[in-house]
């Protein structure tokens, strides 16, 4: 399955770099929301995309959007990743089923096992109003991203 710009997002339930359950459906009707799937925590590009999100945070995270960072790595490496670099937003682990939600959104790498650089942006209705697909060692444009929340008043 892939997810496209109109679809309703699939909803999920993973748990962050504290253990907490978050679920995509918690947010609507209340926030937009940035999927962003990455690789591997503690590796470079990666490292650098969750950085340029801390650094952006008020675009990033605020009154009317948040980000949900997703990959295969356990909570408790999430955890300590987070704690290293200050990552206050929600690093969700797609770890068992390994990779489930990525398939989900398209963008799980079989021959990896890990997701490639997948983004959606989905309005406060659920609906995906973005996304974007990058392979595994490119980095992505961070600045569509705030174009596309801004196109919605999000920014």
């Not at 340029?52 to 356990?74: C, K, M």
């Not at 961070?142 to 596309?148: D, I, L, P, T």
């Amino acid at each position: 399955m892939s997810v496209s710009i109109g679809d309703t997002a699939p909803d999920f339930e993973l748990k962050d770099q504290t253990g907490q359950p978050v679920r995509l459906s918690d947010y609507r009707g209340k926030k937009n929301v940035v999927l962003v799937f990455y690789p591997l925590s503690f590796t470079g590009v990666c490292e650098g995309e969750m950085c340029q999100i801390r650094d952006s945070i008020e675009t990033f995270r605020n009154d009317g959007v948040e980000t949900l960072a997703v990959s295969v790595d356990a909570p408790p490496t999430h955890a300590r990743w987070a704690h290293e670099q200050g990552f206050e937003f929600p690093l969700l682990s797609d770890f068992w089923p390994h990779g489930e939600v990525a398939r989900t959104y398209g963008v799980f790498e079989d021959t990896l096992g890990i997701a490639v650089r997948g983004t959606f942006i989905i309005d406060r209705d659920g609906k995906v109003i973005y996304t974007d697909r990058n392979p595994v060692p490119e980095a992505r444009d961070q600045e569509a991203w705030k174009q596309a929340l801004a196109d919605i008043g999000a920014a």
